[in-house]
């Protein structure tokens, strides 16, 4: 099945650095999600954008809805400790139809040395 | 607070043994899904239903089938589990339509087939 090609695929960090990763699609998406999953746990929502070129922040989260509706953005700012985990991009497609089926991303996993 | 709940954190079974994984959501949604995790392959899509006894396949359904009785509860069923089923399994649900806000994941079952 189709996966989202989100990069990177790792990254090991410093407490206090910021964080970028990615995520594109060779198709267009409506929505374009960002989760992140803690070990040993499912994966919880942290952003979640509805419109192109929107900037949406949570906290030191901020996450971007590319212009071309083709990609997106999540970056961290002053990472912390509890930062790390998997996190994963997700996008519905403009024929996502009523089960507003998802397509995610490789994941991304962050580990922050304190 | 909303929920998906599934049944059991970790599971060991037998090779041969027929294995249920159960998930309640209490959101009343219409969709809900099982996915496996396995390192370095991200979230692939076992099987999705959208309605009380509809189902329809994923990218990976060999070796699964579900079951949706009620609207609140989708069970997966590994019909004789095997080793290479062994693997973290999320479930998720979500709305359909209008105000979707994403997937809602339980926290997950950590399966070993031996």
């Known amino acids: 099945g189709q996966q989202l090609n989100q990069s990177p695929q790792s990254m090991f960090i410093q407490e206090g650095e910021d964080v970028s990763m990615n995520c594109t699609s060779s198709?267009?998406?409506?929505?374009w999600l960002w989760y992140k999953q803690e070990p040993g746990e499912g994966p919880v929502l942290l952003i979640a954008?509805?419109?192109?070129?929107e900037l949406t922040s949570n906290g030191r989260l901020t996450a971007q809805f590319g212009i071309t509706r083709k990609d997106s953005f999540l970056n961290i700012s002053a990472s912390i400790p509890s930062d790390v985990g998997i996190y994963f991009c997700a996008g519905q497609g403009v024929y996502g139809g009523a089960t507003n089926k998802l397509i995610f991303g490789t994941g991304t996993l962050l580990a922050v040395q304190p | 607070d909303v929920k998906v709940t599934q049944s059991s954190r970790y599971l060991v079974k037998r090779t041969g043994e027929k294995v249920f994984l159960e998930c309640v959501q209490d959101?009343?949604?219409?969709?809900m899904f099982w996915y496996r995790q396995d390192p370095g392959l991200g979230l692939r899509l076992i099987y999705f239903?959208?309605?009380?006894?509809?189902?329809e396949k994923g990218d990976i359904p060999e070796g699964y089938s579900v079951s949706r009785e009620k609207k609140e509860r989708f069970s997966l069923i590994l019909e004789s589990a095997s080793t290479n089923q062994t693997s973290m399994y999320l479930c998720?649900?979500?709305?359909?339509?209008?105000?979707?806000?994403?997937?809602?994941f339980g926290s997950g079952t950590r399966l070993t087939v031996v």
């Open positions: 954008l509805y419109k192109a070129g």
């Open positions: 959101m009343d949604h219409e969709n």
């Open positions: 998720a649900s979500s709305s359909a339509g209008q105000g979707f806000y994403g997937y809602t």
């Open positions: 239903s959208y309605d009380v006894k509809m189902k």
């Open positions: 198709s267009i998406f409506n929505t």
